[in-house]
């Protein structure tokens, strides 16, 4: 059973749109959450996270969003851009030094 | 700063052969995770150190996988034998405490 769920295997946006990606967990012992961009090629590299005690986390063009209380977080990208075209992971982890679980990503393509 | 290495970047092997991923942690880090990413399955845990101790292998397919850690820089994953359903990428990340983790490029295995 999946514990970090992204239901949409692709999207496709057009350059200087807004890129939506979402993830839905079922763990309510998850308090951290973290969004990995992959390139082809390339181990996956962090890009954004959020804590439990939150419902926004802004850093750039990348916006992270909590919602505690559905078990749902999305990753907002604005405007986006050819080079943000890759896989998306999305993590949660609960306290303690434990490891992160992934869901199964979200290829984003955006399109000049 | 080097980031975590993993060698060997590409693995092509013949079935019923052993094979040993290696991955140099990254200094000061604490925390050893070994993922495997598979089309069916996305970004896996297989097993993860913390200290130098295996504190969870329950990832671990089967008795065939093996995972050590000599020493508080380094780490090994052995599969033998192979089998061509062990084809996959093989990421070994590290953190230190609570922190983000950060992985390698990968290590690519094809058993045929």
């Known amino acids: 059973d999946q514990q970090v769920k992204q239901n949409s295997p692709s999207l496709s946006v057009q350059e200087g749109r807004i890129s939506i990606l979402n993830c839905d967990y079922t763990?309510?012992?998850?308090?951290?959450f973290l969004w990995y961009k992959k390139y082809p090629a390339e181990g996956p590299t962090f890009l954004i996270s959020?804590?439990?005690?939150?419902d926004k986390n802004e850093d750039g063009r990348f916006t992270v969003f909590l919602n505690k209380s559905a078990k749902h977080l999305s990753l907002h990208i604005v405007p986006s851009q050819p080079g943000d075209s890759a896989v998306y992971f999305c993590?949660?982890?609960?306290?303690?030094?434990?490891?992160?679980?992934f869901g199964k990503g979200t290829r984003l393509s955006v399109i000049a | 700063d080097a980031g975590v290495i993993q060698s060997p970047r590409h693995e092509v092997t013949e079935m019923g052969q052993e094979v040993t991923l290696r991955c140099k942690l990254i200094s000061g880090h604490n925390s050893l995770f070994w993922y495997r990413q598979t089309m069916m399955r996305g970004l896996e845990l297989l097993i993860y150190?913390?200290?130098?101790?295996?504190?969870?292998d329950s990832g671990m397919p089967e008795d065939r996988f093996s995972a050590k850690m000599p020493n508080a820089s380094f780490s090994t994953l052995k599969i033998q034998p192979s089998e061509p359903r062990d084809s996959a990428v093989y990421f070994c990340?590290?953190?230190?405490?609570?922190?983000?983790?950060?992985f390698g490029e990968g290590s690519w295995l094809t058993v045929v």
């Open positions: 959020i804590s439990s005690i939150k």
């Open positions: 993590a949660a982890r609960s306290s303690g030094n434990t490891p992160l679980v």
């Open positions: 990340a590290s953190s230190f405490r609570r922190d983000t983790i950060y």
């Open positions: 150190f913390n200290n130098n101790v295996p504190i969870d």
């Open positions: 763990n309510s012992m998850f308090d951290y």
